[in-house]
């Protein structure tokens, strides 16, 4: 009896954990980018121009990533997060993105931007969506060891482990992407 309790609970919490969708399909992120190609080109100017040094930094806006830290719990808007330290971020173009309805954050580093769109499941079984701007093709910043094509895109996936990434060009410059961690 106890079995059949736990099968029917699993069941039921893979039926609900299915339903909560929290992660766009690969076709929803082409159209997102497709149809806001030139306001994002105008943020994707701006965002070249943070500095980031040899980390990354991160942008979103409270509404859609809320400040965790008790002494900005007040604060709302737009914020960057670089080097383990918040402060404000005054960007309209910027904005403008993060209030496309999909992109939930954006991380600038040195060669590329990613655009965070969501993921599924608690590392160490995780898969992240999103999209990549790169100019000049460094999508991961591993390289092209151990990348092969797949359908439409590229695979990487880890020697002697789980980790893959998936890359299809959408437009110039920017590429549908899946981390699965």
């Not at 500095?51 to 990354?56: I, N, Q, S, V």
């Not at 100019?135 to 893959?164: A, C, H, M, P, Y």
């Amino acid at each position: 009896m106890k079995k059949l309790l736990v099968l029917v609970f699993l069941v039921l919490f893979m039926l609900v954990s299915s339903c909560m969708r929290s992660y766009p399909s690969e076709r929803k992120v082409f159209s997102l980018v497709i149809e806001n190609e030139e306001i994002l080109m105008t943020a994707v100017s701006e965002l070249l121009k943070i500095k980031t040094g040899d980390t990354w930094a991160q942008i979103s806006t409270t509404q859609k990533s809320p400040i965790t830290v008790s002494y900005l719990e007040d604060y709302e808007g737009l914020y960057i997060w670089k080097s383990y330290t918040y402060r404000a971020f005054d960007n309209s173009a910027v904005e403008a993105i993060l209030k496309i309805d999909g992109i939930k954050s954006i991380d600038v580093h040195i060669n590329r931007i990613v655009f965070y769109c969501g993921g599924r499941g608690i590392i160490p079984a995780s898969t992240n969506y999103g999209f990549i701007y790169s100019e000049n093709d460094d999508f991961i910043g591993i390289g092209t060891s151990g990348v092969t094509e797949k359908g439409n895109g590229w695979l990487w996936q880890q020697d002697n482990g789980d980790n893959r990434f998936y890359i299809e060009n959408i437009i110039d410059d920017f590429y549908y992407y899946e981390d699965r961690n």
